[in-house]
């Protein structure tokens, strides 16, 4: 039992006014975290005992899977990166730093390098694969905009697994069973999310998905099938390729001709002003990227997939050219760019193949080309996907009609195959005695994410409406005055009683008035409540109130911890498997 007047649990009133989103305007005003720095967090007792427990449940379920919990450091050598080709791929979001000897080091943003470096070292025979290995752990990232609380911090808590097989079959195997524990994982959490396709860009294969918190606020853009189970990240979900247009109507159409379109540049604005549907714009984007500069084509409709342009390409980085850029490659300021002359890469969405007739930018200031035809007045490399998915496309799987919801991705699992054991020669010796890598796959878990985006689904006016499995207290006990001898010594039993029984209680007995106490226990989101108030108190009875219905039960103080044992008792199940 944790006495209130002893526990630091500052809840505070007012919301602040950096914190956009409502975990974390819920989190700082419960008490559970402190900004030290951006993204870079004090975790209060209550916040602590929340994310122990999202860790409690990960523990359970990575064990239950047959994986190993192992500890790495979170200080590491450079030379395992440089080994992997990471420390220069990776970015700023590595944050590197050198010791007294000028050693050069990093903060681990993730730890594929140094676990597939043990096990290199550690395993010598097919005989001891599979192997799955997981820690949970401090990790930094130097992310470039931290925000929403623990949603992107800098520094947070993650589970990270890697599982090692022999082969791909097995490597297939090792992934269904975390993917399974995930699901497992989030439904204990009491969170309502979905496994959804993700990109797996420069390693391939299909084998990703992310496990995202149904969620307005979330940052990523999810797709999904009301027919059929197919549910994939906006930037993976494949297009379905329309028909193609047909060739009579081509033959009608002149060569392009040119049209003034003085300052009309967006595509709603020039479609408008041609009179002609936007479906017919062929837009035309400028990317640069480490292997050069290409035009991407798509029809008006839609827009530019860059995560599709990205691997089309086979490269790290892609970005729309800038304004100069793009006045060198056309000879015009952006919104007037166009295929027919461009002297440049042109690739092709399918969209555009299905224009029959369509118009586009002359590649000259205030001008634009109408009249123009796809394969006549310019020859894209090649047609493909290269566009975002919108709700009026078909489901790539079964033709279902697909919506578009947003989600945040607190978990994520990811075939590797020997990206890492090849570049790290981590090998082990088959039946036969032969050489073979090992094949990988790496699985991780967001434990601050993930008790933020329980929050962004579970609060209401009054505050967080915790899932009992991950809330700081499964109940607490307010005595409404604390002056009241009976009442304070009544409610200090009830509160040892229901300890005994194993319930984790809070005893609010601070000698606040009995709004601020209701309050804070709503904030703070406490499953169960057992209220002492003294007109109830004189006839023998308290009051039980469950946090998310606000359901109250008048109940015989007799009575009172097997009624408040039975109540936990239901709401824990909700939360089994
Ligand atoms: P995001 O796209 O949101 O940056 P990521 O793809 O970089 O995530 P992973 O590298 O797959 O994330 O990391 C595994 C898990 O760690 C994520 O699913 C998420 O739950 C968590 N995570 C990643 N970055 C952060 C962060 N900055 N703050 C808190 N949790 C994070
Ligand atoms: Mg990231």
Known sequence: MIRYSRYLMPTTKETPSDAEVVSHRLMLRAGMIRK?????????????????????????????????????????????????????????????????????????????????????????????????LYQIQDKFRDEIRPRFGLMRGREFFMKDAYSFDADEEGAAESYRKMYDAYCRIFSRMGLSFRAVEADTGSIGGSSSHEFMVIAESGEDAIVSCGSCSYAANLEKAECVPPAAGSPGTVAKVGSPRKVPTPGKRAIAEVASFLGIDPGNLIKTLLFESEKGDVAILVSGRYEVNEVKVKNFLGVEWVRLAPEERIRELTGAPSGYAGPVGLKLRLLADHSVRAIASGAAGANEKDAHLADVVPGRDFSPETYSDFRLVTEDDRCPRCGGALRCSRGIEVGHVFRLGTKYSKSLSATYLDAGGKERLIVMGCYGIGVGRTAAAAIEQHNDADGIVWPISIAPFEAVVVPVNVKHEGIAQESALIAGELSARGIEVLLDDRDERPGIKFKDADLCGIPVRVTFGEKNFAAGFAEVRDRRTGETERVEISRLAERVHAAVEAKRKECSQ
């Open 36 to 132: 030290v720095a951006s993204g870079i967090y004090n975790y209060l007792p209550a916040g602590l005992r929340v994310l122990r427990k999202v860790e409690k449940i990960i523990r359970e379920e990575m064990d239950r899977a047959g994986a190993q919990e192992v500890l790495m450091p979170t200080v590491v050598p450079s030379e395992l990166w440089k080994e992997s080709g990471r420390w220069d791929a990776y970015g700023k979001e590595l944050l590197r730093f050198r010791d007294r000897a000028d050693r050069e080091f990093c903060l681990g943003p993730t730890h594929e390098e140094v676990i597939t470096d043990l096990v290199r070292r550690e395993v010598r025979s097919y005989r001891q694969l599979p192997l799955n």
